[in-house]
């Protein structure tokens, strides 16, 4: 079994920059995939950005240039660098797992752009 726990959300105005980290417990993430996604108020949750076991990366068309996905092993953290947030860039912000054909969630973190 893994857990996630998200951190680093806050309120920040527009312009500013979060860093959200995503530390796993109870397994090692290095063998997974591992992806951030987002869910506004009234929204969906959708995707933002991944990075797989070899550090190849994708992001949503939204985040990109913006937004970057990273991951320390040895820490067992995945982190998601945000620079220039946007006030549409609010939500709450959740981390995945992909591990063994299973998939973990954390609970989130809630990232707020406003002035």
């Known amino acids: 079994q893994v857990q996630l726990v998200e951190s680093g959300g806050g309120l920040v105005q527009p312009g500013e920059s979060l860093r959200l980290s995503c530390a796993a417990s109870g397994s090692s993430i290095s063998a997974g995939v591992m992806s951030w996604y987002r869910q506004a108020p009234g929204k969906q949750r959708e995707f933002v950005a991944v990075?797989?076991?070899?550090?190849?990366?994708n992001y949503a068309d939204s985040v990109k240039g913006r937004f970057t996905i990273s991951r320390v092993n040895a820490e067992n953290t995945v982190y998601l660098q945000m620079n220039s947030l946007k006030p549409e860039d609010t939500a709450v912000y959740y981390c995945?797992?992909?591990?063994?054909?299973?998939?973990?969630w954390g609970k989130g973190t809630l990232v707020t752009v406003s002035s």
């Open positions: 990075i797989t076991t070899r550090s190849n990366t």
């Open positions: 995945k797992a992909n591990i063994a054909s299973r998939q973990y």
